[in-house]
């Protein structure tokens, strides 16, 4: 491996010295993490020994390793991270970053040679997306491509990486933090009008009165998490994928949008959950404080009790500790915002998810958002009125009448009156039976563990008199002293 191309040294350096860096984190995920010291090598020597720069290797991530560690880097006083690998480009909220996509390999001919023939047999335009390890090589495949089909006439939109820089994101409204350039990676196919997208770290533009579902979505990388966000994201395109590892270009993600059904199962058990855990998943992506209190007051206005948890990556473990949580809610960066719930004893769904669940007459129209940031309101959320009829659970196969969300008043100010409207909120549930009704009691995590059916070891406190002692055996547990001894073999 050529360090000095594929870490980008000479970049690297020109960033820390054109801003006068003093204290730089270097961030690896774990299968970099043994080029570490030789990065920090070439990097020190770019660098010149004039220059009291300190360079410190962070690594074991608290949370995913695509996000920029602002918390490790704090831990050093670090003046900028440098983060190396696969990154979703997510801003900052104190410290500027510098992403190092890395090159990862990639046969261009034989990425033509299968594109080509696969678009000379679909005659729909094509929008290219891809991983950011690939951006290297994407004007190359470009001009191949434009060499290879030289009469076809075919609409084709290559995407742009923003930018390789991150810089703290004032405004926790906007949609990122990356600066106003397209950087060293750009295809130069930008329009001058139109509608712009933006997924990833990646920006394109389509012509105006176009849609995505028009369009071809064409992938080069693997099937990773940011693959994942663009199935999810534009589910409504035909999206076929280029592996450049096996060198075969993959037409069938069903597998991928299946999981949009397992996602609408999810919102249907967090609309039945009475107490609601908030992961925080990020503690450096900007706007994921704004998110937490955002989710609070949704969940305070659909009459639930919402617990927030920090504890790093979340693993069923983790989450079997909290076993009075219903449901949670992951704020975390679009990439890593999805998790396999199935071993967990609790779903996990995201901001999104949440809204659809938690808001009055909210519907799923199809549309699926992962980045939090989009959905981050201007204004304060209303408390919308309940509807007066009863909403159909699937889950449990009736009707079930929500409550109103809980006011603070005057009438409130007896402690004991206000933990009493706090947990006793019900839930009304019709059966076939209109004349009968099954209450269920909201409760909170103190009540949930005083009628849980096992406590722990049993202290009987009402006899005050102590209980005799016992002696026990002494000796070794092959002959204890009050053991018989059995006889010898041949004794009379």
């Not at 076929?240 to 609408?264: M, P």
């Not at 890593?336 to 779903?347: I, N, Q, V, W």
């Amino acid at each position: 491996m050529d360090l000095e191309l594929n870490f980008e040294i000479s970049r690297t350096a020109e960033f820390i010295l054109s801003r006068n860096f003093t204290r730089v984190a270097l961030q690896f995920p774990d299968d970099l993490l043994k080029h570490s010291t030789k990065v920090v090598t070439c990097l020190r020597n770019k660098l010149g020994s004039g220059n009291k720069v300190g360079l410190f290797v962070m690594a074991d991530t608290t949370f995913g390793s695509c996000c920029v560690d602002e918390v490790g880097a704090s831990h050093i006083g670090a003046d900028c991270v440098i983060h190396y690998g696969h990154t979703c480009l997510s801003p900052t909220s104190t410290l500027p970053a510098f992403c190092v996509f890395g090159k990862a390999s990639i046969n261009i001919s034989c990425c033509v040679e299968k594109l080509s023939s696969y678009f000379r047999t679909n005659g729909k335009p094509i929008v290219v997306l891809y991983g950011l390890g690939y951006a290297h090589a994407i004007s190359q495949i470009k001009r191949a491509l434009e060499e290879a089909m030289p009469k076809t006439k075919m609409e084709l939109i290559f995407s742009d990486v923003m930018c390789s820089i991150i810089n703290p994101l004032e405004d926790h409204r906007k949609s990122d933090g990356l600066e106003g350039c397209l950087g060293t990676y750009s295809s130069e196919n930008s329009l001058g009008s139109g509608t712009r997208y933006s997924l990833g770290g990646l920006t394109w533009d389509l012509p105006e009165g176009q849609r995505m579902e028009d369009y071809l979505l064409l992938w080069i990388g693997p099937e990773n998490s940011a693959f994942s966000n663009a199935v999810l994201t534009f589910n409504g395109c035909e999206i076929v994928r280029y592996d450049a590892t096996e060198d075969q270009l993959v037409t069938d993600v069903s597998q991928q949008k299946r999981i949009l059904k397992r996602r609408y199962y999810l919102v249907e058990r967090a609309k039945d959950a009475n107490m609601v855990g908030i992961l925080v998943g990020t503690l450096g992506v900007a706007g994921y404080l704004h998110m937490i209190h955002q989710m609070k007051e949704l969940i305070m206005l659909a009459g639930k009790k919402a617990y927030t948890l920090v504890m790093g990556r979340p693993n069923p473990s983790k989450l079997a500790n909290f076993p009075e949580c219903d449901v949670f809610i992951y704020v975390s960066c679009a990439q890593t915002a999805l998790l396999d719930s199935k071993e967990f004893l609790a779903p996990v769904i995201t901001p999104f998810e949440a809204m659809l669940a938690f808001s009055s007459g909210s519907q799923w129209t199809g549309t699926y958002v992962l980045e939090f940031r989009d959905l981050i309101s201007s204004s304060q959320l209303e408390v919308s009125k309940r509807p007066e009829e009863a909403r159909f659970s699937f889950l449990k196969g009736g009707y079930v009448e929500d409550f109103e969300p809980q006011e603070n008043g005057d009438e409130d100010n007896d402690s004991t009156l206000a933990l009493a409207n706090a947990t006793e909120k019900a839930l009304q549930l019709r059966d076939r039976d209109p004349g009968s009704l099954v209450k269920g009691t909201v409760k909170s995590g103190a009540e949930f563990f005083v009628t849980r059916s096992y406590h722990g070891l049993e202290t009987h406190a009402n006899s005050s008199s102590p209980e005799p002692y016992l002696i026990g055996r002494s000796g070794k547990a092959s002959g204890y002293e009050d053991e018989r001894s059995e006889p010898e073999l041949g004794s009379n």
